[in-house]
Nanobody, 126 residues
Framework: EVQLVESGGGLVQAGGSLRLSCARSGGSADDYAIGWFRQAPGKEHEGVSCINWSEGNTDYADSVKGRFTISSDNAKNTVYLQMNSLKPEDTAVYYC???????????????????WGQGTLVTVSS
């Protein structure tokens, strides 16, 4: 059973930065994709970024390209989401998700992930 624990959320002013962490435990394979999703009040889940754990390939939503960077630390079984130049519209609960994957890429599709963390709140003030 894979377990995911997010941390690093908080309150930040527009233009500021935060780094979210997603610590993975359980599961024996490295063939996972890790995705970051977010849900703002009254809105649907939005895929933010993902990484293919073994290959290192990444993908980003257009809304965060150039501002967010996803990375992994295999020794710590942790994936990070560095968020720079934050905007009020980035305010949301951020979730990390994991799923076994075949191939070299990852998907920003919510239904593609079966393991989810509890979420961490990011609030960006204007």
């Amino acid at each position: 059973e894979v377990q995911l624990v997010e941390s690093g959320g908080g309150l930040v002013q527009a233009g500021g930065s935060l780094r979210l962490s997603c610590a993975r435990s359980g599961g024996s394979a490295d063939d996972y994709a890790i995705g970051w999703f977010r849900q703002a009040p009254g809105k649907e889940h939005e895929g933010v970024s993902c990484i293919n754990w073994s290959e290192g390939n990444t993908d980003y939503a257009d809304s965060v390209k150039g501002r967010f960077t996803i990375s992994s630390d295999n020794a710590k079984n942790t994936v990070y989401l560095q968020m720079n130049s934050l905007k009020p519209e980035d305010t949301a609960v951020y979730y990390c998700a994991a799923e076994l994957i075949v191939g070299t890429s990852c998907l920003l599709i919510r239904d593609g992930y079966g393991y989810w963390g509890q979420g961490t709140l990011v609030t960006v003030s204007s």
